[in-house]
T-cell receptor, first 118, second 114 residues
Framework: AQTVTQSQPEMSVQEAETVTLSCTYD???????LFWYKQPPSRQMILVIRQEAYKQQNATENRFSVNFQKAAKSFSLKISDSQLGDAAMYFCAFYRGMSGGSNYKLTFGKGTLLTVNP | DTGVSQDPRHKITKRGQNVTFRCDPI?????LYWYRQTLGQGPEFLTYFQNEAQLEKSRLLSDRFSAERPKGSFSTLEIQRTEQGDSAMYLCASSPDYRRDTQYFGPGTRLTVL
């Protein structure tokens, strides 16, 4: 079974600064996908970024980028130029790829609550 | 392109009552998922549909829970004889065939069992 660990329950950052959220995972699979989702207070889960494990290049989406270290099973999220609207709970999630057989679920970490200070 | 919608957004019920939630996935998304999220935790998988077929169920889905997707479009999740431990946010997600790994979530139904 896969596990996802987010070791930082809470983080804070000053507006316009950069923050990095950590995520590690445990799997014996070689084909998988990793995600970061954002869940603002009382609002729905939004996909932030997606990484395919077979791709060495780190994914980027505007101010959001990841540092994917496959051997270390580490998948951190960097938010540059932080904005007040970035304040949310951030979840790291794992999805086993097609070669892993029938498995359809996302496995989530417990989340990191990000506060952005003005 | 409308997103995943869920109804109701909030439900308060008394212990022992039955409740039913509805999820409408993104149009043409064949894959639909239900998750449960309790306070301070990440979502936990409950069940998965491909079209109208329920292909996977978590052990979290006790006998009191049942889910359907009768015509491969919307889905319902019913909880019978609710217990206080059922209080949680119930999330629905959908994904397309061409990128089945990427799930898009609805706003959730927050259930409170008194």
């Amino acid at each position: 079974a896969q596990t996802v660990t987010q070791s930082q329950p809470e983080m804070s950052v000053q507006e316009a600064e950069t923050v990095t959220l950590s995520c590690t995972y445990d799997t014996s699979e070689s084909d998988y996908y990793l995600f970061w989702y954002k869940q603002p207070p009382s609002r729905q889960m939004i996909l932030v970024i997606r990484q395919e494990a077979y791709k060495q290049q780190n994914a980027t989406e505007n101010r959001f980028s990841v540092n994917f270290q496959k051997a270390a099973k580490s998948f951190s999220l960097k938010i540059s130029d932080s904005q007040l609207g970035d304040a949310a709970m951030y979840f790291c999630a794992f999805y086993r790829g097609m070669s892993g057989g029938s498995n359809y679920k996302l496995t989530f970490g417990k989340g990191t609550l990000l506060t952005v200070n003005p | 392109d409308t997103g995943v919608s869920q109804d109701p957004r909030h439900k308060i019920t008394k212990r022992g009552q039955n409740v039913t939630f509805r999820c409408d996935p993104i149009s043409e998304h064949n894959r639909l998922y239900w998750y449960r999220q309790t306070l301070g935790q990440g979502p936990e998988f409950l069940t998965y549909f491909q079209n109208e077929a329920q292909l996977e169920k978590s052990r979290l889905l006790s006998d009191r829970f049942s889910a359907e997707r009768p015509k491969g479009s919307f889905s319902t999740l019913e909880i019978q004889r609710t217990e206080q431990g059922d209080s949680a946010m119930y999330l629905c997600a959908s994904s397309p065939d061409y990128r089945r790994d990427t799930q898009y979530f609805g706003p959730g139904t927050r259930l409170t069992v008194l």
